[in-house]
C-alpha cells in the first residue's frame, strides 16, 4: 500500500489520483493520442504540470497494458547522458516486474552488460555509469532494439526534450526522428517548457521532427476545480478553507500549479485542525516562503552582471512586458539604452531567468519576482 503523505499539497513527484487536481480533458486527450497510434510534444510553462499529467496518465485504465518509461533530460549535455537516462530509466521500471523482464534488456543493450548485473540470489543491479558508454550511438540503437521487441508495447516520455537541440552531435534529431519512426512498438511523449524552441523544433519544415506529432498546449487549472480539491483537503483534515483564498493564491501564481502547491503545502501546515485559514493568511505564507528563499536569492542576484540584474528587477516590479526596448520601458525602469536591454535580455534567456512567450517577457520564477517586489 502507498503511503500517503503528510501534507495533500504535494510540490514534489506524483502522490497518486487523490493528491491530483483535475486535469480530465488534458487526461483523456493525452491517452487517447497514445492509444491511437500518435507521438505527442506536450508543451506548457514551467511548473504548471506537465510531468505529473504525464504520470497520471500511465496510471490510467487505458494504458494498463503499457510499459511506461519517463526519462527527464534537463541537465543532460550530449547524446551519452541521453543514452544513460534513458538506460537507468528502464533498468528502474523493469526491475519490480522481475528478473525475466529484465533479462529480455539485458540480452538486447548489448554494450551495457557488463554494467547490468545479476547478484546468486537474482537482485539486478545498473552499475553503468555516463563514463562507460563509449559508443552511444551503438546503444542508442540497441535501446530502440529492445523497445521494438519488448513483450509490451511502451510509451516513453521525455521531459524537456528541447535539451537535444543543444548537443553537441551532429544531425542528433535527425538521428531520433528516424529511429522513432522505424519503432513500431513504442509511442513517445515530448514534454517542454521552452515554447519557443519546441514550436521551431516540430513546426518549421526545416526540421526533421516536423508534423510528426499531435501538439498539446497545457494551460493553468481551473481556478473554482482548484478551489473544489484544496477545499476537499482542509475538510477532511478538520480544517476550513475561507472564500476568497484561492483567489488570492491565483493572483501570486497565477494558475501556475506547482506556485499554487507550494503556498497552499504552507497554508495547510500553518492552519490548526478546527481553524479557518483566510485570505489575510496567504500574504502570511508567502511571506514565510520568501524569508526561506532570500539568501539563494539574494546570491542569484549578486552573481548576475548589473545590467542583466537591472533588467531583472524592472521586468519583476512590471510584470510580463512586451515593449522592453521601448523608450517608455527604458525611461520608466531607468534602464541605460536600448541596445543594452537588448544585451541583457540575451543573457536572461539564456540563464533560463527569464521567458518568453508571443512577445511577453516575465520571470520565469514567480517567488524570485515576488520578493524582488518585496526587496527594491
Not at 193 to 205: D, L, N, P
Not at 243 to 254: F, H, P
Not at 353 to 373: A, H, N, P, R
Request: aromatic fraction near 12%.
Amino acid at each position: 500500500m502507498t503511503k500517503q503523505p503528510v501534507n495533500p499539497f504535494v510540490i514534489s513527484g506524483y502522490e497518486g489520483v487523490d493528491y491530483f487536481c483535475d486535469r480530465e480533458a488534458e487526461t483523456r486527450q493525452l491517452c487517447s493520442e497514445i492509444v491511437n497510434g500518435n507521438n505527442v510534444a506536450l508543451i506548457a510553462t514551467r511548473r504548471i504540470g506537465k510531468s505529473g499529467l504525464i504520470h497520471h496518465c500511465f496510471g490510467q485504465d487505458d494504458l494498463n497494458g503499457y510499459l511506461t518509461f519517463f526519462v527527464d533530460i534537463y541537465d543532460t549535455c550530449s547524446l551519452s547522458e541521453l543514452v544513460f537516462r534513458m538506460s537507468q530509466e528502464i533498468v528502474r521500471r523493469l526491475k519490480p516486474k522481475g528478473l525475466r523482464m529484465l533479462q529480455s534488456f539485458w540480452d538486447t543493450v548489448h554494450s551495457l552488460q557488463a554494467g547490468i548485473t545479476i547478484s546468486p540470489m537474482g537482485e539486478p543491479s545498473f552499475n553503468v555509469q555516463v563514463g562507460d558508454i563509449h559508443h552511444p550511438e551503438t546503444t542508442l540503437d540497441e535501446i530502440f532494439d529492445y523497445l521494438e521487441r519488448a513483450e509490451s508495447p511502451c510509451i516513453v516520455a521525455i521531459d524537456e526534450f528541447q535539451q537535444i537541440s543543444q548537443y553537441p552531435e551532429k544531425n542528433i534529431e535527425a538521428t531520433l526522428r528516424t529511429y522513432i519512426q522505424r519503432c513500431h512498438n513504442a509511442r513517445f511523449i515530448f514534454a517542454s517548457s521552452q515554447r519557443h524552441v519546441m514550436s521551431e523544433m516540430f513546426t518549421s519544415a526545416a526540421r526533421p521532427f516536423f508534423q510528426s506529432v499531435s501538439v498539446m498546449h497545457l494551460g493553468a487549472i481551473n481556478m473554482a476545480k482548484y478551489d473544489a480539491f484544496a477545499r476537499s483537503h482542509f475538510e477532511r483534515a478538520g480544517k476550513h478553507l475561507a472564500s476568497g483564498v484561492t483567489e488570492a493564491v491565483y493572483s501570486y501564481s497565477r494558475g501556475i500549479t506547482w506556485y499554487s502547491q507550494k503556498l497552499f503545502n504552507t497554508l495547510f501546515w500553518q492552519t490548526a485542525v478546527g481553524e479557518t485559514c483566510t485570505p489575510d493568511d496567504v500574504d502570511s505564507a508567502l511571506n514565510y516562503i520568501l524569508d526561506t528563499l532570500e539568501y539563494s536569492f539574494k546570491e542569484t542576484l549578486f552573481r548576475i552582471p548589473e545590467k542583466q540584474k537591472a533588467l531583472l528587477v524592472a521586468l519583476a516590479k512590471s510584470g510580463p512586458s512586451k515593449s522592453i526596448t521601448s523608450s517608455n520601458f527604458i525611461r520608466k525602469n531607468r534602464l541605460s539604452s536600448s541596445s543594452s536591454v537588448q544585451s541583457a535580455i540575451r543573457g536572461l534567456l539564456d540563464k533560463d531567468f527569464v521567458t518568453m512567450e508571443q512577445g511577453v517577457y516575465s520571470l520565469y520564477d514567480l517567488f524570485l519576482e515576488c520578493w524582488i517586489k518585496r526587496c527594491y
